[in-house]
């Protein structure tokens, strides 16, 4: 029987110029779906798992839409909750060489912020599940919203599920010093910590030495000295953190670094040009839990969550749309991108 995720959070509407048209130049907008947890829950059905995504959407047709994105690659829609005025939306102008991309919200007041303890009943949404994933993302919307969070990570250790926590801070939602206090609560449940290159040091204040995310430069010993703090103190299980040496918008290396608690696995590092890299971290996060569950010792995990996010940056949209073998053909030393017949 597939083993049963749940996670949690908020899915957007994404309207997005085509192509690497700025903002002010587009005459019209691409629509698909995405949101932190939304895509992870994605990975994780196209995995083979059985995964659950929880949320509040308005029970007309858009909310309807962002169901039917879901229900597409066999994510569990199930426990979804219906209410609310508004789908919340985000615009995204793909950056191109030296120009960054830009994420513009229009979130506030969605039917996830405007949610209330009383629509969840995680006794029962938890039945039966082995894992229980959050981002940072979630808890940043509203105090209403990282309240239900906090229950819902009771309920989880209250049932035995393992959790997992992507710190995914967001300036544009909450100050650093908000984010700190709001999180340490959080992450006192959390077994398995995710996070890249700044959201340790934006949330917690802990530093990579030697480290210029700006000018693309990574430590990796920097970084086991993070990953060591963030397990002292909080007890995580398991650390893992992206590494992402940014070349220009279009072109990265990408790696990342798993600690067990004792020692640390870096993965092989992969130069990629991107296609898109919404989602990329949310992809790493997919491959993590796919491969702790499917019993991978910790240096094949660390491979698989970045061959998984590897193969994101080259799909369009939110989701992973990548399945268990081609993410193992790429862990496996398969990097060439020939034409497979």
Not at 15 to 43: H, I, M, W
Request: aromatic content about 10%; charged content about 25%; overall charge negative.
């Amino acid at each position: 029987m597939a083993k049963k995720i749940i996670t949690f959070g908020e899915i957007m509407l994404r309207l997005a110029p085509e192509g690497y048209y700025r903002f002010v130049q587009a005459d019209k907008l691409g629509a698909t779906f995405g949101g932190g947890e939304a895509n992870v829950a994605v990975s994780l059905a196209n995995f083979g798992f059985d995964a659950a995504f929880v949320t509040k959407l308005p029970g007309h047709e858009i909310g309807q839409a962002a169901v039917n994105s879901l229900r597409r690659f066999g994510v569990d829609t199930s426990y979804i909750v219906r209410g609310g005025d508004r789908v919340g939306i985000y615009y995204l102008e793909k950056g191109a060489s030296q120009r960054p991309s830009k994420v513009i919200y229009d979130r506030a007041g969605s039917a996830i912020s405007a949610a209330v303890p009383d629509d969840f009943d995680w006794k029962t949404i938890f039945d039966g599940a082995q894992w229980f994933h959050f981002t940072g993302i979630t808890p940043a919307l509203n105090d209403g919203v990282a309240a239900i969070c906090l229950e819902a990570c009771k309920a989880a250790k209250e049932a035995g599920i393992k959790i997992s926590c992507d710190l995914n801070y967001r300036n544009k939602l909450w100050s650093k010093e908000k984010a700190g206090q709001v999180m340490g609560e959080l992450c006192k449940y959390v077994d398995v910590c995710i996070a890249n290159e700044e959201d340790a040091a934006d949330v917690f204040g802990i530093h990579a030495a030697n480290t210029d995310v700006k000018a693309g430069e990574v430590n990796r010993e920097g970084y086991k000295d993070v990953a060591k703090q963030l397990a002292d103190r909080f007890g995580f299980e398991k650390v893992a953190i992206t590494l992402r040496e940014s070349v220009s918008a279009n072109d990265n290396n990408w790696s990342g670094m798993l600690y067990d608690g004792t020692d640390y696995f870096f993965s092989k590092k992969y130069m990629i040009h991107i296609v898109d890299r919404v989602g990329g971290g949310d992809s790493f996060g997919g491959g993590l839990i796919a491969a702790i569950l499917s019993g991978y010792d910790a240096q094949e995990t660390i491979e698989f969550a970045v061959a998984a996010s590897c193969l994101k940056h080259s799909v369009e949209g939110d989701y992973n749309m990548v399945s268990m073998d081609e993410v193992k053909k790429l862990a496996g030393g398969d990097a060439s991108g020939r034409v497979q017949r």
